[in-house]
């Protein structure tokens, strides 16, 4: 079955940075567009960063210049490189991908900006 497994999150200081990872597995990772959500307290989930499995990335206008989607496809993982963390980038972030229409989702990782 499909499985996404994120890690990476915790608690930054503004400014600071964090590396999300998500593996996946059942599925052909590398023919699969994959991407990153979040959802804040009270707020809707939001597409952060998506990256076709050509490697065609494109981003939230919120975070652009500031986090990179990439993946490895060796290693069915996908990465959120996310820099100059804002407290506004505090959310649950999610890995996804659709197949067949279906969206699959992993647990989340939080990440907290705070000093």
């Known amino acids: 079955q499909v499985q996404l497994v994120e890690s990476g999150g915790g608690l930054v200081q503004p400014g600071g940075s964090l590396r999300l990872s998500c593996a996946a597995s059942g599925f052909i990772f590398s023919i699969n567009t994959m991407a990153w959500y979040r959802q804040a307290p009270g707020k809707q989930r939001e597409l952060v960063a998506r990256i076709t499995s050509g490697g065609v990335a494109n981003y939230a206008d919120s975070v652009k210049g500031r986090f990179t989607i990439s993946r490895d496809n060796a290693k069915n993982t996908v990465y959120l490189q996310m820099n100059s963390l804002k407290p506004e980038d505090t959310a649950v972030y999610y890995c996804?991908?659709?197949?067949?229409?279906?969206?699959?989702w992993g647990q989340g990782t939080q990440v907290t900006v705070s000093s």
């Open positions: 996804n991908t659709v197949m067949r229409y279906l969206d699959y």
